[in-house]
């Protein structure tokens, strides 16, 4: 049986392949959600994907991953340098957590630098496009797989 994963994307990510195709590429939020996806079972994870660009859809559905899921992935987009909600929803979890990002946000304006998800994650992912995703997952699965 695989383990199940939720990968949690913020605001504004459903835009992707529109958006700003300098910073963010090409792909679609359903291409990279598909290319995970896939990922994820050569990985013995199934993954649950969820978007929302509502603050409070993204807090209760960190809130009840602790409840049916190994693990949670998030790239929380511009709530991941504003959301006190978020970051107090993640520390709940006795689940991993793991933060990505498509851009090095250490190489974007210095509002970016700051991170409240980072707080609550067990590491953080970032700059490498979409791959950011697919190396979430393979760290993921060693978290989730060492624990059996």
Avoid: W
């Avoid at 990510?13 to 529109?18: A, D, E, K, V």
């Avoid at 013995?44 to 807090?59: K, M, P, T």
């Amino acid at each position: 049986m695989p383990h199940p994963i939720l990968l949690v994307n913020g605001p504004n990510l459903n835009t992707l392949g529109t958006r700003e195709p300098e910073i963010y590429g090409h792909e679609t939020l359903a291409d990279i959600e598909a290319k995970c996806a896939a990922h994820a079972k050569t990985l013995g994870l199934a993954l649950d994907c969820f978007q929302s660009n509502h603050e409070g859809e993204l807090v209760t559905k960190i809130q009840q991953a602790g409840k049916s899921h190994k693990g949670l992935i998030i790239n929380a987009g511009a709530y991941t340098h504003t959301s006190i909600a978020i970051m107090d929803a993640l520390l709940t979890l006795s689940i991993p957590v793991i933060e990505v990002h498509m851009s090095n946000i250490f190489r974007r304006e210095a509002f970016r630098h700051d991170s409240y998800v980072s707080k609550a994650a067990k590491g953080v992912i970032c700059g490498f496009g979409s791959n950011s995703y697919l190396l979430g997952l393979q760290a993921m699965a060693q978290l989730v797989l060492s624990t059996e």
